[in-house]
Each structure stands twice: as structure tokens, then as C-alpha cells.
């Protein structure tokens, strides 16, 4: 089954821009979501597709991809971005499902 | 507002067996596939299972296939997963979550849009 691989941890100042990235082969043929985790909570979806945002999420969060390598972008980190974000995405040629191995953000 | 509602976690021995249960609301249950997906923890999120919105076909993650059993009572508005020969591997939060599919200029995009807060399986002596 595919496998996608994030950094394990990355930092950022507040108000500043980070990147997280997720590499996979699956990601060659799927898109991939990413999923916002605080301790306690369930995952929120905060991007999908090409750079699709659910209702409700704010537009500092974005998303792009190329090849084998898709990347979330928070722009202008606020304190309550600091969370585990994962990337998801559907296996090739199956209809299994695969995450990636997370990131945590730390906002300074 | 659609919702999803787990239910059924607990402390379980090893090589017990557990079901988990997942009630939707606010939304048609069955125009909609359902996942179940884990957190260990310490660990990160892993998917555990699928099921299409007509219980007509099932995947399965390597770690779980042959052990855990997914299914759906639609006019129940409910998603189950059965657990059998658990071991501590298992220990972990549980999730459901509601699968969504769009095609755009012939890109097939899939994700999970909607998600329930979980119930934790223990397995431990």
C-alpha cells in the first residue's frame, strides 16, 4: 500500500508563513486533503483538492501540488493554528485510503 | 447540522472483541460512504476501513483485514465496526467519518468532510 511522509515537527512565528509538505506516489494521481488535529478533538478537514476550503475555514490556510508532493500553506500563523496536521490521501488503483505520517506546528 | 455520534468504546483483553458504533444525523446516511480511521496514542492518524454508502463493498487496512468487520444499517442511520482478536496495537481513539468524492475537469477528488469526536478502545488486561 502507498505511503505519504511528512516532517515530523516544524516551527513558526507568529504572523509568519510555513509550509508543511507530504510525499507520496499516490499523490501522483489523487489530490490530497489535509486535516487540522488539536489534543482533545476530532480531525477538521481544512483542505482538499486542488485548493478547495470548507465553509468555516479561514483563507490563511492553502494548498498546492506538484508531482508526487503536496504542501499546506498557513499564512500569517495566529496562536490557534498550533495543531498536528495530517495529509490523506486515496491509494493508487484501490479504494484503500492512506494518511500521512504528520507534522506538528509549533507557533512562537 | 450533520453530525456523527461514536459509541461503544471501552476496556477490552486481549484477544476480546469490541463492536463500535457510529449514529449520523442531519444529513442522507445513504448516498454516503463511511470510513472508520484511528489514532493511537503518541502515534498519528491511520486508516482503518471503508465501506460504500450501500454496504456493497469494503476495503480494509493490512493491520486490521481478517480481524475487523465493517458494515452499516442505513434505515439505522448507522455505521458499525466490528473488532475481533484485539491486541494492544488497537488500543487507539476511533473515529467515523463521512466519505465525499467530487469530479472536477476529470480530477477525481476525495476526502472526508465530516467527522464524529471519536470513542476510545483500551485493550489491556
Known amino acids: 500500500s502507498s505511503e505519504l511522509t511528512q516532517d515530523t515537527a516544524v516551527s513558526v512565528a507568529l504572523g509568519q508563513t510555513v509550509t508543511i509538505t507530504c510525499q507520496g506516489d499516490s499523490l501522483k494521481t489523487y489530490y490530497a486533503s489535509w486535516y487540522q488535529q488539536t489534543p482533545g478533538q476530532a480531525p477538521l478537514l481544512v483542505i482538499y483538492?486542488?485548493?478547495s476550503r470548507p465553509s468555516g475555514i479561514p483563507g490563511r490556510f492553502s494548498g498546492s501540488s506538484s508531482g508526487n508532493t503536496a504542501s499546506l500553506t498557513i499564512t500569517g500563523a495566529l496562536s490557534e493554528d498550533e495543531a498536528d496536521y495530517y495529509c490523506s490521501s486515496r491509494d493508487t488503483n484501490s479504494d484503500r485510503y492512506v494518511f500521512g505520517t504528520g507534522t506538528k506546528v509549533t507557533v512562537l | 447540522e450533520v453530525h456523527l455520534v461514536e459509541s461503544g468504546g471501552g476496556l477490552v483483553q486481549p484477544g476480546g472483541s469490541l463492536t463500535v458504533s457510529c449514529e449520523a444525523s442531519g444529513f442522507s446516511f445513504s448516498n454516503y460512504a463511511m470510513h472508520w480511521v484511528r489514532r493511537a496514542p503518541g502515534k498519528g492518524l491511520v486508516w482503518v476501513s471503508r465501506?460504500?454508502?450501500?454496504?456493497?463493498?469494503?476495503s480494509y487496512a493490512d493491520s486490521v483485514r481478517g480481524r475487523f468487520t465493517i458494515s452499516r444499517d442505513n434505515a439505522k442511520n448507522t455505521l458499525y465496526l466490528q473488532m475481533d482478536s484485539l491486541g494492544g496495537e488497537d488500543t487507539a481513539v476511533y473515529y467515523c467519518t463521512r466519505d465525499e468524492w467530487e469530479v472536477i475537469q476529470s480530477d477525481y477528488i476525495y476526502y472526508m468532510d465530516v467527522w464524529g469526536k471519536g470513542t476510545s478502545v483500551i485493550v489491556s488486561s
Open positions: 465501506i460504500e454508502n450501500d454496504g456493497s463493498s469494503t
Open positions: 483538492g486542488k485548493n
